[in-house]
């Protein structure tokens, strides 16, 4: 029985730190990296309402597309089969892509599409 308890007690302590929430009842303060402005948790901006990825035409070929995560670009690329496939590839640190600029911006000047 006493193995039980113990099992209850670690798992609500699990779940009281996803939650967000200490033992003590305070909320976990948020984690900082290396002195730079923004917390360790946050939401990665969203691409939204952007043309889907297509590697059909000429022009298609030579777009960049919108990921639906913003820290990260779509590129048509050759495929071993003699067709075209879609690349993931990842802006540099600090970035996000915007579509209508067909590059990775710095976070002030990116709004989505």
Do not use: H
Not at 15 to 30: E, F, N, Q, T, Y
Not at 36 to 65: E, H
Request: charged share 15%.
């Amino acid at each position: 029985m006493n193995g039980r308890r113990s099992w209850t007690k670690l798992v609500l302590l699990v779940l009281l730190l996803l939650a967000g929430l200490s033992v003590d009842g305070r909320g976990i303060p948020p984690q900082w990296d290396g002195g730079s402005a923004s917390p360790r948790w946050t939401v990665r901006p969203m691409n939204v309402n952007c043309p889907p990825p297509s590697c059909i035409t000429a022009k298609d070929l030579n777009t960049l597309w919108a990921s639906p995560d913003a820290t990260q670009y779509i590129r048509c690329r050759p495929a071993p089969t003699g067709y075209w496939m879609v690349e993931l590839k990842p802006c540099a640190p600090g970035t996000l892509f915007q579509f209508s600029r067909q590059t990775c911006v710095g976070t002030r000047n990116w709004s989505s599409c």
